[in-house]
């Protein structure tokens, strides 16, 4: 070998130390690609540092619990698509606890058992489309936290636990659930609008063999509408079947159509605040028509004038709901059965989290901020301006105000004005001047003159001038001249 590569070798991770390259394998740092190498099992001893295990395109058909005989702690990312899988362990997943990425595509895995991925508690992508998966544990997909991507396309599933991602706690994060081109024939569309608007946007149905009814219709109007992912990108392909049609139809074509007479829905937007009583109103085009009900957001249907509990419906087809709690916000759905025609409408409700009329509503926030600045700037000019003396108390009640030429004793930047001594036998200080005694910031002048006495007339308070004093234009002491 040349000396380079040599050393890149004595370098390389694949040493006596680390462990060697598995036969029919390419390793590259801690990438190990076993993909179209005629492997019936998984090559030992896979080295304790692989971040990445690539086998793709071979011939593993059954993934037992000791595949990895000890604990890969840097594995993130599994791949075992095109493999004709059919069995995995359910403990097939205890020595790679960090798993991000596993890739069981394209194989014939027929079910997903109880808790079969439950020790993957950091998995975030789950690909598990192309199988013949019928059966679906509601269980198989608990402690998956972090996941965020479930492809589950082209497989046999004709019922999927949607109770999984009703109130977001199994998959809190889940972003993205592909349910295309199954077996499904219908569809729980109360669950499905109650869902967050970030699933709704990546739930993908289409290809499934779907019964026709004006639900599903507004299910899927609504997303087109909403320019949601899932209809826009896939509107010819969500499609369903008529009674009397011998050919799946296109969802959003059964508008008008008989036998359903299915009309689009409108929607909208009522905001209220806490301990309220609202009326929804179903405003429908449709006159004269009784036959109404509503769906509150948990999928409960109100269709009895009075009702029961906080919901009640009002002899005019509104919903009338009483002591709004914060859980009362959703989409509240009226439909109307005419003879002629369906008619659905959508009221967004919005429940603010305080009371508008409590007995301690707050100030508004624009108000308190212009009133806190305006006592700010208050407080700031009696500060500047109205300071008081310190030794206004021993000021005479006929003393002539300072002479204009004393003002150059006073710091440029000081906000109290000099004052002169005041009755005799009391010395008044301040924070200009010291009379006698140490000089500037109480240190005891050096070398200065001492200072002649008192003399009358308009030069009487002027200063001796002090050669070894210095003042900054930033201190309380005067400049001294």
Same mark, same amino acid.
């Given at each position: 070998?040349?000396?380079?590569?040599?050393?890149?070798?004595?370098?390389? %991770?694949?040493?006596?130390?680390?462990?060697?390259?598995?036969?029919?394998?390419v390793?590259?740092?801690? #990438?190990?690609?076993?993909?179209?190498?005629? *492997?019936? @099992? /998984?090559?030992?001893?896979?080295?304790?540092?692989?971040?990445?295990?690539?086998?793709?395109?071979?011939?593993?058909?059954?993934? &037992?619990?000791?595949?990895?005989?000890?604990?890969?702690?840097?594995?993130h990312?599994?791949?075992?698509?095109?493999?004709?899988l059919?069995?995995?362990?359910?403990?097939?997943?205890?020595?790679?606890?960090?798993?991000?990425?596993?890739?069981?595509?394209?194989?014939?895995?027929?079910a997903?058992?109880?808790?079969?991925?439950?020790?993957?508690?950091?998995?975030?992508? *789950? $690909?598990?489309?192309?199988?013949? #998966?019928?059966?679906?544990?509601?269980?198989?997909?608990?402690?998956?936290?972090?996941?965020?991507?479930?492809?589950?396309?082209?497989?046999?599933?004709?019922?999927?636990?949607?109770?999984?991602?009703?109130?977001?706690?199994?998959? !809190?994060?889940?972003?993205?659930?592909?349910?295309?081109a199954?077996?499904?024939?219908?569809? !729980?569309?109360?669950?499905?609008?109650?869902? +967050?608007?970030?699933?709704?946007?990546?739930?993908?149905?289409?290809?499934?063999?779907?019964?026709c009814?004006?639900?599903?219709?507004?299910?899927?109007?609504?997303?087109?509408?909403?320019?949601? @992912?899932?209809?826009?990108?896939?509107?010819?392909?969500?499609?369903? $079947?008529?009674?009397?049609?011998?050919?799946?139809?296109?969802?959003?074509?059964?508008?008008?159509?008989?036998p359903l007479?299915? @009309?689009?829905?409108?929607?909208? /937007?009522?905001?209220?605040?806490?301990?309220?009583?609202?009326?929804?109103?179903?405003?429908? &085009?449709?006159?004269?028509?009784?036959?109404?009900?509503?769906?509150?957001?948990?999928?409960?249907?109100? @269709?009895e004038?009075?009702?029961?509990?906080?919901?009640? *419906?009002?002899?005019?087809?509104?919903?009338?709901?009483?002591?709004?709690?914060?859980?009362?916000?959703?989409?509240?759905?009226?439909?109307?059965?005419?003879?002629?025609?369906?008619?659905?409408?959508?009221?967004?409700?919005?429940?603010?989290?305080?009371?508008?009329?409590?007995?301690?509503?707050?100030?508004?926030?624009?108000?308190?901020?212009?009133?806190?600045?305006?006592?700010?700037?208050? $407080?700031? *000019?009696?500060?500047?301006?109205?300071t008081?003396?310190?030794?206004?108390?021993?000021?005479?009640?006929?003393?002539?105000?300072?002479?204009?030429?004393?003002?150059?004793?006073?710091?440029?930047?000081?906000?109290?004005?000099?004052?002169?001594?005041?009755?005799?036998?009391? %010395?008044?200080?301040?924070?200009?001047?010291?009379?006698?005694?140490?000089?500037?910031?109480?240190?005891?002048?050096?070398?200065?003159?001492?200072?002649p006495? +008192?003399?009358?007339?308009?030069?009487?308070?002027?200063? /001796?001038?002090?050669?070894?004093?210095?003042?900054?234009?930033?201190?309380?002491? %005067?400049?001294?001249?």
């Amino acid at each position: 070998l040349p000396p380079l590569l040599l050393a890149l070798a004595l370098l390389a %991770p694949w040493g006596s130390a680390g462990g060697s390259c598995p036969p029919r394998c390419v390793c590259a740092s801690n #990438i190990l690609s076993c993909s179209q190498a005629v *492997l019936s @099992s /998984v090559p030992t001893p896979l080295p304790r540092f692989t971040a990445v295990l690539d086998l793709s395109h071979n011939n593993v058909s059954r993934l &037992r619990a000791d595949w990895a005989p000890g604990r890969l702690a840097h594995l993130h990312a599994l791949l075992l698509s095109h493999n004709g899988l059919s069995f995995v362990s359910t403990e097939a997943f205890a020595h790679v606890p960090h798993l991000r990425h596993l890739d069981l595509s394209s194989n014939r895995l027929r079910a997903l058992e109880e808790n079969l991925f439950s020790d993957l508690t950091e998995l975030e992508v *789950l $690909l598990l489309y192309n199988n013949e #998966i019928s059966t679906v544990d509601r269980t198989a997909f608990d402690n998956l936290g972090r996941l965020r991507k479930l492809y589950l396309g082209q497989n046999r599933i004709a019922r999927f636990p949607l109770e999984l991602l009703r109130d977001g706690s199994r998959l !809190p994060q889940l972003a993205l659930l592909d349910l295309s081109a199954n077996r499904l024939r219908s569809l !729980p569309v109360g669950e499905l609008q109650a869902l +967050p608007a970030w699933l709704r946007d990546r739930l993908y149905l289409h290809g499934n063999p779907l019964a026709c009814d004006c639900p599903l219709f507004q299910l899927v109007a609504r997303g087109h509408r909403r320019q949601l @992912s899932a209809v826009m990108d896939f509107q010819e392909e969500l499609r369903c $079947l008529l009674p009397t049609a011998p050919a799946p139809v296109g969802i959003l074509a059964l508008a008008g159509r008989q036998p359903l007479n299915c @009309s689009e829905a409108r929607e909208a /937007v009522q905001e209220a605040h806490l301990g309220d009583t609202v009326t929804l109103s179903c405003d429908t &085009r449709l006159r004269g028509v009784r036959n109404r009900y509503w769906v509150t957001p948990e999928g409960d249907q109100v @269709s009895e004038e009075g009702g029961n509990g906080s919901a009640a *419906l009002l002899a005019n087809g509104s919903l009338q709901l009483r002591g709004l709690r914060p859980n009362d916000s959703g989409t509240y759905t009226c439909r109307v059965v005419g003879p002629l025609l369906n008619e659905t409408l959508y009221v967004d409700l919005l429940v603010h989290n305080f009371t508008l009329h409590g007995p301690h509503d707050t100030l508004n926030t624009a108000y308190t901020t212009l009133v806190g600045c305006i006592l700010s700037v208050v $407080l700031v *000019l009696i500060y500047l301006y109205l300071t008081p003396c310190r030794c206004c108390c021993c000021r005479g009640a006929d003393k002539p105000p300072a002479p204009r030429d004393d003002s150059i004793n006073s710091s440029v930047l000081s906000a109290t004005p000099n004052h002169a001594t005041g009755v005799p036998g009391e %010395p008044c200080r301040s924070r200009s001047a010291s009379t006698t005694g140490p000089g500037q910031n109480g240190r005891f002048k050096v070398g200065g003159t001492p200072q002649p006495p +008192p003399r009358h007339g308009p030069k009487a308070q002027r200063k /001796v001038s002090d050669p070894d004093s210095v003042s900054s234009v930033f201190s309380d002491t %005067p400049i001294v001249v």
